[in-house]
T-cell receptor
Framework: AQRVTQPEKLLSVFKGAPVELKCNYS??????LFWYVQYSRQRLQLLLRHISRESIKGFTADLNKGETSFHLKKPFAQEEDSAMYYC??????????FGDGTTLTVKP | DAGVTQSPTHLIKTRGQHVTLRCSPI?????VSWYQQVLGQGPQFIFQYYEKEERGRGNFPDRFSARQFPNYSSELNVNALLLGDSALYLC??????????????FGPGTRLTVL
């Protein structure tokens, strides 16, 4: 069975500071990993996916298969980054597993 | 396109009753997935329906069932409601089968309260 763990429920940083949201997973197969974000009063939406290897809104995430991690990083946090962030894992068996989320607050 | 739509927005039921929740995917999307989200937790996967067939199931009892129609819309049914079924139910659609790196587009959810 697959599992996604986001160890921090809450994370608070000051504007301009680096931010890292942690995600650890367990899955015996080849994982498809995603980060989803939910801004206040908005729907859950995709932020980025591992396979794309792109930077979205300044965020990047690197898959570390040895440590089974997919941490989300941004070098300089902005106030508009304040939101709930979910790490998710999809399997080729058609299932999707989400972590419990991290609430990021960026203080001015 | 209005995106993924769900109905109703809110629903109040009593224990033992049955409920049907509805979801319309984005036009052209063939996969619909259902999630249960309890306060303070992430979305918990219930089902994926792709091309009108169940293609993935989470750890939910048989009281939970779903189906997908020829127009790719979907219904989630829950029988014999329990207090613990109170939650936000999310529907998500994707262009293709979940498990091929497909992005999920989420609806606003249906808030179910069981009294």
């Amino acid at each position: 069975a697959q599992r996604v763990t986001q160890p921090e429920k809450l994370l608070s940083v000051f504007k301009g500071a680096p931010v890292e949201l942690k995600c650890n997973y367990s899955y015996s197969g080849s994982p498809e990993l995603f980060w989803y974000v939910q801004y206040s009063r908005q729907r859950l939406q995709l932020l980025l996916r591992h396979i794309s290897r792109e930077s979205i809104k300044g965020f990047t995430a690197d898959l570390n298969k040895g440590e089974t991690s997919f941490h989300l990083k941004k070098p300089f946090a902005q106030e508009e980054d304040s939101a709930m962030y979910y790490c998710a894992l999809n399997t080729n068996a058609g299932k999707s597993t989400f972590g419990d989320g991290t609430t990021l607050t960026v203080k001015p | 396109d209005a995106g993924v739509t769900q109905s109703p927005t809110h629903l109040i039921k009593t224990r033992g009753q049955h409920v049907t929740l509805r979801c319309s995917p984005i036009s052209g999307h063939k996969s619909v997935s259902w999630y249960q989200q309890v306060l303070g937790q992430g979305p918990q996967f219930i089902f994926q329906y792709y091309e009108k067939e169940e293609r993935g199931r989470g750890n939910f009892p048989d009281r939970f069932s779903a189906r997908q129609f020829p127009n790719y819309s979907s219904e989630l049914n829950v029988n014999a409601l329990l207090l613990g079924d109170s939650a936000l139910y999310l529907c998500a659609s994707s262009l293709d089968y979940l498990g091929r790196w497909n992005e999920q587009f989420f609806g606003p959810g249906t808030r179910l309260t069981v009294l």
